[in-house]
């Protein structure tokens, strides 16, 4: 199902607008949520135009721009996979690199989005040091759900399920088949439901690595 979407293969536009569509898919529910969760703060963007704004601002700015930068780099990593026909150790290979991958970039991309928006909209008071700053303890509250950054962060990973459910459930399936594993556990192991809480497992070890690497940015920052 997902080669179907992201293909090599495909244009540039259409592979872009796809990972486009899963991204606005992943993060406006979950800003829905941020906001509920907030007593007064759905009614005050709602009665204050500025709020507003600003509030939108930096989804697009930042939100959806980090979302779709990682979820672009995550499809693409499975389809150059897929197009090699999922060869052995590919997907065993991608399911290492991608977690880390994505968190990395995370980082990256606000550590330069705050950078830059300390010259384009004068955000931490122009100061760019500032800037650089606020992205260890920002980032290190992203995996508690309590600021916006983790709200992208949520929205990146939970992009990526459906990535991870079916590259998991290839690998268990493949090596059930050369061991010629029979049995109750091996049907387990092979079916889906079995890869899906795998998967979830590796979106909970992208929130552990963000958390510690984000702690690790505030002890090199002090």
Same mark, same amino acid.
């Not at 601002?57 to 930068?69: K, M, S």
């Given at each position: 199902m997902i080669e179907r979407y992201f293909s090599v293969d495909m244009p540039f536009w259409r592979f872009s607008l796809n990972a486009l569509a899963v991204s606005c898919g992943g993060l406006v529910p979950l800003l829905l949520i941020y906001v509920a969760l907030r007593p007064g703060f759905g009614p005050m963007l709602m009665d204050n135009g500025l709020a507003l704004r600003l509030f939108l601002?930096? !989804? /697009?700015?930042?939100?959806?721009? !980090? !979302?779709?930068?990682v979820n672009y780099l995550g499809f693409f990593l499975y389809a150059v996979v897929a197009a090699r026909n999922f060869?052995? *150790?590919?997907l065993a290979r991608l399911l290492l690199i991608d977690p880390p991958l994505r968190v990395a970039v995370f980082i990256v991309l606000h550590g330069l989005i705050y950078f830059l928006s300390a010259d384009w909209f004068g955000s931490f008071g122009g100061d760019h040091w500032?800037?650089?700053? !606020? /992205? *260890?303890p920002t980032l290190a509250a992203s995996a508690r759900f309590s600021n916006l950054s983790g709200v992208y962060f949520y929205a990146t990973l939970g992009s990526a399920i459906p990535v991870y459910a079916t590259a998991i459930h290839r690998v268990l399936v493949r090596h059930s088949a050369r061991r010629a594993t029979v049995g109750p556990l091996a049907s387990v192991l092979r079916g889906r439901p079995a890869a899906v809480v795998l998967a979830f497992g590796l979106f909970a070890v992208s929130a552990l690595l963000l958390t510690g690497s984000a702690a690790t940015i505030v002890i090199l920052q002090a």
């Open positions: 601002r930096q !989804v /697009v700015t930042n939100g959806l721009l !980090v !979302v779709f930068t060869p052995d *150790g590919a500032l800037a650089l700053r !606020v /992205v *260890g």
